[in-house]
């Protein structure tokens, strides 16, 4: 059975991903500049978890057991969170962060990562067993432009679900803009391996043609 554009999406966020937390693990990165490993990877599993929340959630929760499998997301998703933070507060010198070593923070990442994979790619495929491709597809487009104006942080102790969970969303989205900014903390805003951005899976979800790469160019 082919895979459904929502399978395929996530299945390539969450390589990505894993793709960004490569280069975040290594020792270098902790060196003030080689922050932006960490701040890139920090950043693009922030913006997607609350994109998953606020779009996948909803549709998971109409299937039969849907409030237990959205509670389960929730439960992994809030202690991916706190690890998030618990990365960032260590790499730029919380003292409250300091309990834990880097190592164990990566582990805990590692593992919640894991958790949180086969959530999704459960969910996606019984979202893509019970939806027509069409919906599917639109599921999948809301998904990744969600995503794009997702807060840039994570939030665990905020809500996550709901209209209190989109506002919380979209008002962390300009707070974390302007401490971004404030702090010159580098975010993807232009990443060209991003999975949304320039890539070959989003030309073939929303049907534009392909860009002339330096090799093509005659």
Sequence with gaps: M????????????HARIRE??????????????????????????????AAAEDVLLPHVRRLPDGAELVTRYLGNAKELERSLRFLKGRQYGDSRMQDLTTLEVWESIDWLLTQHEDLETEYSQRLSEQMDDADVNTLT???LEAEEVAPTRAHPYSPHT?????L???????????????EGRVVPTKYHVHPKRDSALSHYLYGTPMPETEEDAP
């Design 2 to 13: 082919t895979a459904s554009t929502l399978e395929m999406a996530l299945t390539y966020e």
């Design 20 to 49: 960004l937390a490569e280069p975040a693990q290594h020792p270098e990165a902790a060196h003030p500049e080689r922050r932006h490993r960490t701040d890139w990877f920090y950043a693009i599993a922030a913006q997607h978890l």
């Design 141 to 143: 487009e809301e998904l």
């Design 162 to 166: 709901g209209m209190a969970g989109k």
């Design 168 to 182: 919380a969303h979209r008002m962390w989205r300009v707070a974390d803009t302007a401490w971004d900014s404030a």
